[in-house]
């Protein structure tokens, strides 16, 4: 089956420019997280979806940043008022969480967002 | 709240020689542990992951890693490596037991292996 996609894969803005990323998860995947990837840095959280409870946003970077998931399916992670230091890669999985938390992530291949 | 880190920043091989990428985390309860590799260019992918049971788990590629609770380790090793090991790869805790946990990843080793 499908595995996770993102769009776009790349996006290049000026800065002060806002930018919409997307992510479509697995069907029926009720868990999903959307991760920043700096050049040469580890995955930084930034957050998490899981099913109809609230968001934890607790990595969420600036209230520059903000995401949203419809239906439980699709998320959008839009950033506000890009800045520089917005450049990275960022990367969405989605899980399945059995009830004892089980889950295995599968990542999307990313969006690469570059502000001049 | 559950923490990881990850010792080596970077790893340098040789062909053909053994290799250990150290993990080691924080809990004050159970948690299930991972390791994914992310290759050049590519997304994450899993490699293996510890739920409960044997403490050696092996994993894709001739991977496999033992948990040691009492060290808190969860220690990636592979008896002999390839050029095509050549990536980064995360250790990751989750908080056992509960779905809701997020997966908490550590910052990442780049293993290089040289011919």
């Known amino acids: 089956g499908a595995g996770v996609s993102q769009s776009p894969s790349n996006k290049v803005t000026e800065k002060g420019k806002d930018v919409e990323l997307r992510c479509d998860p697995i069907?029926?995947?009720?868990?999903l997280y959307w991760y920043r990837q700096s050049l040469g840095q580890g995955l930084e959280f930034l957050i998490y979806?899981?099913?109809?409870?609230?968001?934890?946003k607790s990595g969420l970077p600036s209230d520059r940043f903000s995401a949203e998931r419809t239906g439980g399916s699709v998320s959008t992670l839009t950033i506000q008022r890009t800045q520089q230091e917005d450049s990275a890669v960022y990367l969405c999985?989605?899980?399945?969480?059995?009830?004892?938390?089980?889950?295995?992530?599968?990542f999307g291949p990313g969006t690469r967002l570059t502000v001049l | 709240a559950q923490s990881v880190t990850q010792l080596d920043s970077q790893v340098p091989v040789f062909e053909e020689a053994p290799v250990e990428l150290r993990c080691n985390y924080s809990?004050?309860?159970?948690?299930?542990l991972f390791w994914y590799v992310q290759y050049p260019n590519q997304g994450l992918q899993l490699l293996l992951k510890?739920?409960?049971?044997?403490?050696l788990v092996k994993g894709i590629n001739g991977f496999e890693a033992e948990f040691n609770k009492s060290q808190t380790s969860f220690h990636l090793r592979k008896p002999s490596v390839h050029i095509s090991d050549t990536a980064e790869y995360f250790c990751?805790?989750?908080?056992?037991?509960?779905?809701?946990?997020?997966?908490?990843f550590g910052s990442g080793t780049r293993l290089s292996i040289r011919p």
């Open positions: 999985a989605s899980s399945s969480p059995s009830g004892r938390g089980t889950d295995t992530q599968y």
């Open positions: 069907s029926g995947h009720t868990a």
């Open positions: 979806f899981q099913g109809n409870s609230a968001p934890d």
């Open positions: 809990s004050s309860v159970s948690v299930y």
């Open positions: 510890y739920l409960s049971g044997s403490t």
């Open positions: 990751a805790v989750k908080r056992g037991y509960s779905s809701a946990s997020k997966i908490i």
